[in-house]
Nanobody, 124 residues
């Protein structure tokens, strides 16, 4: 069993930055791929980014590429999402997830464990 707790969400003006954190507990974190997804009210789930077990491989949605950076610190059992140049369309609840394998994937079905989510609101 893996427990994931996100933090770092909040209200920010367009063009601003936030850093989300997701801390894992309950089992080995370092060998697992991690991902971030988001869901805005009334909309479909969106893939945001994922990162491999070592941090050596990352993948981003086109909508966030160049603005968001995913990283991890295995010593702290934590994965981060640095979000810069935020836009109102980035407003959503952001969720981190632990993958079934060491790499992560762009699809939600590839993840076994999910956090409760953290709200990000970007005002125009």
């Amino acid at each position: 069993q893996v427990q994931l707790v996100e933090s770092g969400g909040g209200l920010v003006q367009a063009g601003g930055s936030l850093r989300l954190s997701c801390t894992a507990s309950g089992r080995t974190f370092s060998g697992v791929g991690m991902g971030w997804f988001r869901q805005a009210p009334g909309k479909e789930w969106d893939f945001v980014a994922h990162i491999s077990w070592s941090g050596g491989r990352t993948n981003y949605a086109d909508s966030v590429k160049g603005r968001f950076t995913i990283s991890r610190d295995n010593a702290k059992n934590t994965v981060y999402l640095q979000m810069n140049s935020l836009k109102p369309e980035d407003t959503a609840v952001y969720y981190c997830a632990a993958s079934r394998d060491s790499w992560g994937t762009r699809t939600r079905t590839g993840y076994d464990y999910w956090g409760q989510g953290t709200q990000v609101t970007v005002s125009s």
